[in-house]
């Protein structure tokens, strides 16, 4: 198996050395020695790389990364986890696919006030069902 050093991982998974010496501090990968002062890594770091990258992107932290990378290497794949970060997911879409809908609406719409438009009307229905409002601190002598 062809050894990278640090550098080499560092551009081709995209990410600084910093990045790799903390993920190797944490137990996340592991290099197999140095050349001279430079960490030697296996091809396999670039995988477990992508799948910390992809864990990070649905929103997993590096300690529930690695739970799922496992101690011995074996993917320990937490299933009912993995099944409630996708049904998140799929709430926060639906947000966004209603948000995108209004905002291309409200550019696009040629009615004189949006007010008046029943179709921005049914997008403010819609976004109410699934937009939770935030709650704001009131001042004192507002």
Do not use: N, W
């Not at 991982?9 to 995209?14: I, S, T, Y």
């Not at 995108?100 to 438009?117: M, Q, Y």
């Not at 109410?128 to 001042?139: D, T």
């Amino acid at each position: 198996m062809k050894m990278m050093d640090i550098g080499e991982v560092a551009a081709r998974a995209g990410v600084p050395p910093s990045t790799l010496r903390y993920y190797e501090e944490i137990g996340l990968i592991h290099s197999f020695g140095r050349h001279g002062l430079r960490r030697q890594y296996d091809g396999d770091v670039l995988l477990k790389l992508s799948l910390i990258a992809l864990g990070r992107t649905a929103g997993f932290s590096l300690a529930e990364i690695a739970v799922i990378l496992g101690h011995d290497g074996r993917l320990e794949l937490p299933r009912e986890e993995l099944r409630a970060k996708a049904d998140e997911l799929g709430r926060q879409i639906a947000k966004l696919r209603v948000l995108r809908d209004t905002l291309r609406h409200v550019a696009d719409c040629k009615a004189p006030s949006h007010l008046e438009c029943p179709t921005f009307r049914k997008l403010l229905t819609a976004a109410s069902k699934i937009v939770k409002p935030r709650k704001v601190a009131m001042r004192r002598g507002a």
